[in-house]
Structure formats: structure tokens, C-alpha cells
């Protein structure tokens, strides 16, 4: 499955929005009506950090202005309200068929 | 937490064996991963293994290649590399994708 991430590059003001899309080739629902779409930031010499799982849930410690959605091939996640601290690379992955698959990433810079 | 260890430097057609030691969860209930980071480059998996390790699956790149296995009595994620290729340079994270190792640093070079 190929995961498609556009922009490449975004940079945003702090307070304003940002949103990031990624496209998958194949349907992430599964028969158990979840959807398989992670979304994790890395910041320079760290590995990701999960952020989002199974399209739309908010990992243990993240700021509810992270959110996730979309359905079948299409999803997205929008920050409310980017933060300094948001800087960095968004990656989405899907896990419900090996191999598992990472979009190209997104550096989303904070001016 | 997850502590990866056993990269270095080897040459190419070398081996390397990779361990990772969890701590504060019941290891032996979850799936784990193998994920690495070529420099400038994203993340790719390389292989997970579920609970009980009879279920393994592998990147295709790695397959015959790499092994991979735990010993859940040991809290502990191994993978083997032989017939190692410059394109295997990487940081090798393990991770159950809620939880990231640092990671350990494979180069292979002459």
C-alpha cells in the first residue's frame, strides 16, 4: 500500500492552522470497522512520537488541538492552532497489511 | 521503555545481531517492529513478530536476510542481520508504534 503525503513542506504561523493530507492505495478499513492510519511527528534526533491512531485518536499526552480524519483512502490531520512546539516531520503510516507503510513525510515549520 | 542496542560498524556481507529490552509493560502482549531510518530519509518497517512469535512478516528488501524473534521471558526484541548491504544503513528503532526505542545505529561500509 502506498501512502501519498502532500504538502511536503508547510510553514505556518503560530495561532493559525495547519493541515496535512495523505492519500492511501488501497482502502485502511478494516472487516473490524476501524480504520488503520497512524500519524506520528519526529523531531531532529528523536524517533517519532505517536500521535494519532486508528484515524481519529489522540494518543496518551497529545494536545486535543490535534485531529485526525478522513475515511477509506483519504485522511487528515489538522492542527487547531499550530504551537512552536508543533515544528517538525508528520508522517502517516497504515498497519493493516504488511509491508507496513510510512507516507514521505511532511516538515511542518512554525515562523 | 525500550532500549535498542548491538549496532556498529561492518563491513558489507557482514552480521549483526540487534536486542531490544523492554521495560515497564507486559512485553508479551503485544506485536513489536523492527523500523529503520536510512539518513535523510523517513521511517521504513522491517519486520514485526506477534505475541507468541508465530506470526512473522519482513520488507521484502530483508527477507532471508534478516530474522527476527523475542524471548518474552527476557522482555527482550532481537534481530538478526546477515548478508548486511550498504543500503541497510540506518538507525534500527523497535517499537510497538505507541512506544520508541532511541534507537541504534548500523553502517555498513568498507
Known amino acids: 500500500i502506498v501512502m501519498t503525503q502532500t504538502p511536503v513542506s508547510l510553514s505556518v504561523t503560530p495561532g493559525q492552522p495547519a493541515s496535512i493530507s495523505c492519500k492511501s492505495s488501497?482502502?485502511?478499513?478494516?472487516?473490524?470497522?476501524?480504520?488503520?492510519v497512524y500519524w506520528f511527528l519526529q523531531k531532529p534526533g528523536q524517533p517519532p512520537r505517536l500521535m494519532i491512531y486508528?484515524?481519529?485518536s489522540r494518543f496518551s499526552g497529545v494536545p486535543d488541538r490535534f485531529i485526525g480524519s478522513g475515511s477509506g483512502t483519504d485522511f487528515t490531520l489538522e492542527i487547531r492552532r499550530v504551537e512552536a512546539e508543533d515544528v517538525g516531520v508528520y508522517y502517516c503510516m497504515q498497519n493493516i497489511q504488511v509491508p507496513l507503510t510510512f507516507g514521505g513525510g511532511t516538515y511542518v515549520d512554525v515562523k | 521503555q525500550l532500549v535498542e542496542s548491538g549496532g556498529g560498524l561492518v563491513q558489507p556481507g557482514g552480521s549483526l545481531r540487534l536486542s531490544c529490552e523492554a521495560s515497564g509493560f507486559t512485553f508479551s502482549n503485544f506485536w513489536m517492529s523492527w523500523v529503520r531510518q536510512a539518513p535523510g530519509r523517513g521511517p521504513e518497517w522491517v519486520a514485526n513478530?506477534?505475541?507468541?512469535?508465530?506470526?512473522?512478516y519482513y520488507v521484502d528488501s530483508v527477507k532471508g536476510r534478516f530474522t527476527i524473534s523475542r524471548d518474552n521471558t527476557k522482555n527482550s526484541l532481537f534481530l538478526h542481520m546477515n548478508s548486511l548491504r550498504a543500503e541497510d544503513t540506518a538507525v534500527y528503532y523497535c517499537?510497538?508504534?505507541?512506544?520508541w526505542g532511541q534507537g541504534t545505529r548500523v553502517t555498513v561500509s568498507s
Open positions: 486508528e484515524l481519529s
Open positions: 488501497q482502502s485502511l478499513l478494516n472487516s473490524n470497522g476501524k480504520t488503520h
Open positions: 513478530i506477534n505475541q507468541d512469535g508465530t506470526e512473522i
Open positions: 517499537s510497538d508504534f505507541d512506544l
